[in-house]
């Protein structure tokens, strides 16, 4: 069974760029299709997709985040990074990263990290 974890720091300054990291243990982020997403909820707010790393290391990203985020991954530690750059308060939120099953759309969930809580704030 595949198990996912988020880690990073808890506090970021504004401006600053946010890091995250997701460890994946039980599956392969490189095989079998599947694509592995970052998602975010402010404070009192609904689900926030941000992008995506596919098995094959494409990368997908929202249209409103897209100028600020960047997806990595390392397949030697089997982990992929967000990384999301000039950051204001508005990005305070529980950071999670989550699997999407394969041929299903990258709003679709079959696994999910615990969640990560990220403050911005000077």
């Known amino acids: 069974q595949v198990q996912l974890q988020e880690s990073g720091p808890g506090l970021v300054k504004p401006s600053q760029t946010l890091s995250l990291t997701c460890t994946v243990s039980g599956g392969s982020i490189t095989t079998d299709y599947y694509y592995w997403s970052w998602i975010r909820q402010p404070p009192g707010k609904g689900l926030e997709w941000m992008g995506a790393?596919?098995?094959?290391?494409?990368?997908y990203y929202s249209p409103s985040l897209k100028s600020r985020t960047s997806i990595a991954r390392d397949t030697s530690k089997n982990q992929f990074t967000l990384h999301l750059s000039s950051v204001t308060p508005e990005d305070t939120a529980v950071y999670y990263c989550?699997?999407?099953?394969?041929?299903?759309?990258?709003?679709?969930?079959?696994?999910w990290g615990q969640g990560t809580q990220v403050t911005v704030s000077s």
């Open positions: 790393i596919a098995y094959s290391g494409s990368t």
């Open positions: 989550a699997r999407n099953p394969p041929g299903e759309p990258l709003g679709s969930y079959d696994s």
